[in-house]
Each structure stands twice: as structure tokens, then as C-alpha cells.
């Protein structure tokens, strides 16, 4: 079992739907993060949460929306995406903030049709 | 400007040879660590290897090292004895700053390693 999961690990949606990814840890970490990973691009970070308190917000369109509502447990929630945002979604968790390594999850890998 | 340089987009090698994995940064902090992550086709990132700017001797996990050359600002990932296991997209990142504050984890684009039998 590893200690990151993403549900759903496969999404597709239209341009106008509205859905939710979701990343549960079980390590007891404090700190959560999303990634989006695009085709021949780095890994761009989008979110920073610590203690279920946002400290990061890289610039990301307000079409993406993360909630985290205790320490283990962290959503991103999509709506009217473009199909740009067509990407794999990484969540991640560390002890603390920016502290140890990073764990991942296995992704969800968005199509925006 | 690119924080991080990973200039081999793929890779070919041979079952059971070793491979070097090229990795350049570019940071002014006198505080920073590198990692490598492997990424298999599941999707997961896994941790391989850590080195902090100030180690004096190079990182080692198993079949893992890491050729740290900090005056080039390299961080090259050595596998020794590949497997047909280790075929899997390799990222080199960097986090700047001291351990405690707002640091960044900053990734390269990525090397795709793929071992022949």
C-alpha cells in the first residue's frame, strides 16, 4: 500500500463539468502538495499546504481550487478547464513544510476534452 | 532561467552496464539539496537519493550514487548493474534555502532511461 493515494487515477471531463481529485496520506505528515506534470515540461508546483494552512499559491488560475481540510487529506477542485489543463496531477506529502523527502502518489491523469 | 538541466531527454543501455544520468543546476543559495526521483510508468514518484550542498562526501543507496562536482554544479545519478526494473522516467530536483523557511522544490524535465536485455 503506499503511503500517498489519488483518487480518481484516470479522468476525463468536458470543458464545462465540475470534479474533485483527491489525495489521503497515511504517514502522518504535516504537509501536502499538488503537482501538475505536463508532456516534456517540468513538474510545476501549484499548491502548498502545512497543517491544513495554504502557504504556496504558484500562480494557478482560479479554475483550480484546493481545499484540505485536515493534514491528511487534500483535494483539488476543477471547473470550466481548458484543454491545456490535460496533465497527470500529482499530490505529494512531506513531515513538514519543504523538510525530508517528498512521498508521491501514483497521479491522476486528467484529458480536458 | 532553468534551475535545473537534465540535456538527455532519453537513454538506451544495456542489461547488467552502468549508466550516468546527467544533472546541472544553478543556484546562488550556499544552502540547497538535490534529489533524484525515478518514475515508473504507474505514475509514482519515488525518492532515490539525497545530497545536501555542504555533505563533503557523496551520496550512496544501493545501487544508487550520486557524482556531486558542487565548483560545476553537476549531480549526476550513477545506477550500477542496470536492471530491466530501472526503465523509468529519472528526475533530478533542487530545494534551495535553509532547512527551516519557505523553500521550493524545483524539478528538471526529466530523463527517460530504458535497459535493454
Known amino acids: 500500500e503506499t503511503g500517498v493515494t489519488q483518487t480518481p487515477r484516470h479522468l476525463v471531463m468536458g470543458m464545462t463539468n465540475k470534479k474533485s481529485l483527491k489525495c489521503e496520506q497515511h504517514?502522518?505528515?504535516?504537509?501536502m502538495y499538488w503537482y501538475k506534470q505536463s508532456a516534456k515540461k517540468p513538474l510545476e508546483l501549484m499548491f502548498v499546504y502545512s497543517l491544513e494552512e495554504r502557504v504556496e499559491n504558484n500562480s494557478v488560475p482560479s479554475r483550480f481550487s484546493p481545499e484540505c481540510p485536515n493534514s491528511s487529506h487534500l483535494f483539488l477542485h476543477l471547473h470550466t478547464l481548458q484543454p491545456e489543463d490535460s496533465a497527470l496531477y500529482l499530490c505529494a506529502s512531506s513531515q513538514e513544510v519543504w523538510t525530508g523527502e517528498l512521498f508521491f502518489g501514483e497521479g491522476s491523469r486528467l484529458t480536458v476534452l | 532561467a532553468q534551475k535545473i538541466t537534465q540535456t538527455q531527454p532519453g537513454m538506451f543501455v544495456q542489461e547488467k552496464e552502468a549508466v550516468t544520468l546527467d544533472c546541472t543546476y544553478d543556484t546562488s543559495d550556499p544552502s540547497y539539496g538535490l534529489f533524484w526521483y525515478k518514475q515508473p510508468s504507474s505514475g509514482e514518484m519515488i525518492f532515490l537519493i539525497y545530497?545536501?550542498?555542504?555533505?563533503?562526501q557523496n551520496a550512496t543507496e544501493g545501487r544508487y550514487s550520486l557524482n556531486f562536482q558542487k565548483a560545476r554544479k553537476s549531480a549526476n545519478l550513477v545506477i550500477s548493474a542496470s536492471q530491466l526494473g530501472d526503465s523509468a522516467m529519472y528526475f533530478c530536483?533542487?530545494?534551495?534555502?535553509?532547512?527551516?523557511?519557505?523553500?521550493?522544490?524545483?524539478f528538471g524535465q526529466g530523463t527517460r532511461l530504458t535497459i535493454n536485455p
Open positions: 504517514l502522518g505528515h504535516n504537509a
Open positions: 530536483a533542487m530545494r534551495e534555502g535553509p532547512v527551516q523557511g519557505a523553500q521550493k522544490l524545483v
Open positions: 545530497q545536501g550542498s555542504y555533505d563533503q
